[in-house]
């Protein structure tokens, strides 16, 4: 009977989401169709169970085709490397022909990893057929008794749909809880801060200033060497032009309502703050430009998204997997490609975020072990990152821009600071050392050091010869020395260098006159 088929297709689907934690991905009363899901590690079973009657061999054949391509278009959605699709069909009698081979397993081609399973629950072979459907599922096989009286099969029936019902409601709730168990306060709140101080950044100098960045606190390795760590925490609140500000901006605005809202206001400051250190300590191991910006605990959010991803597959994958991984390979390319991006803060902080929230976990869990463990590697790869920095292991240098703040520093008579660049600089045996020790004279000429500027004017032309400039800014230092003869050959040299120089001529022709005056 009927009525009786619809009982073994409505118990079979009760016992599946209520004793075994399969989720509902579609029902169809109309059709008699309902479709189920679990991932069991790296394995997704999915079950077909459709209530109908076959006629003959080939209509099964090709509702079994149609399965596999519905399958094929879905298969994208689902978590885990395997799939196994188990195809149920509850039906009063089989179809007439022959039609057995249909119950063996189908590898759908192309698709190594994608197994259909097909079962025939008749009238005769019910019971077997359900064994090996629950056998191949590794579960208990259930005792379904259908009861006498028809009313009562209509009773049960109801019931076991709103059971059904309440318990799909319930996990969408406990879904839709976990991304609303916080709110964005602090995701707005450091908006707010990094809008505001961009707003003094650029009202004050310019947020595309080097020297500018620097004195507002930019990450910018030697002075962190000379004990400012302080720069790797204002470095985070920094940004350098207007569009860089809109897209970090941009970002924060999303993936921090994204993240705050899963892990809450607290967990959510400590992994965004947790994540630009390590962005930053990365940076400096990595990367002795000057460097600004939210990136890295932006990145550190991808981070926190990845954790919750590990933890919640299914709706990880279902919500914004493919996206969020997407994004985060198409960023590190860009990093690898693109000279401008400091990826050692992208990398560190989207590290550093993973293990943050490790370390914090989500809300309502706790796994102690795990992070006690995420805080011993948190402070090992931050020690690891910090003796890489001093050590200047993996640093890449970029001489010319040292060389640049250096002169900025010289034309805005800082030279304290010129001496501190340029000296940070001599020592990565850059090959544009004679330029260094040139600029780090001229500091040192201002502050009444002629001692050590001509030591550096001496290195200079030594490194380069036909370094003019040098030779001439000699000539006027041993003039002033008092030696004449020396400070004419340079004035000499350079005039050969550069003969068409007036001032070099002019010094030349005033030695000279010097030099016959005390004779």
Partial sequence: MVIHEQYYFWKLAADLMIHHDFHLIQV???????????????????IRLYHHTFDWANHLKRDIAFVIERMKRIKQMLVGRDITVQNVYIAAFPPVDHWEDLKGN????????????TYYLDGEARQEEMNRLYQNLGLDVPVIQVPQEDMEIERQVHDLKQQMMFKHEQFKKETSSIFNYGKPNV????LTVNIFIFFLLETSGGSTNTLNLINWGAKYNPYILEGEWWRILSSMFLHIGLLHIMMNMFALYYLGNAVERMYGSVKFFMIYFLAGIIGGVASFATNDSVAAGASGAIFGLFGALLFFGLMNKRVFFRTMGKNILFIIGLNIILGFSVPQIDNGAHLGGLVGGFIASAMVQLPKQKAPLV?????????????????????????????????????????????DDAILITTYALKRESFENAYFYYVRSLAYMNENKRNLAIE????????????????????????????????????????????????????????????????
């Fill in 28 to 46: 169809d009363e109309k059709n008699r169709e309902i479709w189920l899901e679990k991932g069991y590690g790296r394995k997704t079973h999915i």
């Fill in 106 to 117: 189908i590898q759908v081609k192309d698709q190594k990893n994608f197994l259909i399973q």
């Fill in 187 to 190: 995701t707005y709140l450091l």
């Fill in 371 to 415: 992070q006690g463990s995420s805080l011993v590697i948190y402070l090992g790869l931050l020690g690891l990152l910090i003796y890489f920095g001093f050590s200047q292991t993996f640093v890449h240098h970029d001489s010319r821009i040292h060389l640049m703040i250096a002169s900025d520093y010289i034309e805005a008579e800082q030279y």
């Fill in 456 to 519: 550096d004017l001496n290195e200079a032309v030594q490194i380069r010869p036909s370094f003019h400039e040098a030779h001439y800014e000699l000539a006027g230092l041993h003039q002033k020395e008092g030696d004449i003869n020396l400070a004419l050959r340079h004035a000499e040299e350079a005039v050969t260098l550069d003969p068409d120089n007036s001032m070099y001529q002019k010094l030349k022709n005033e030695l000279l006159k010097l030099r016959d005056s005390l004779q």
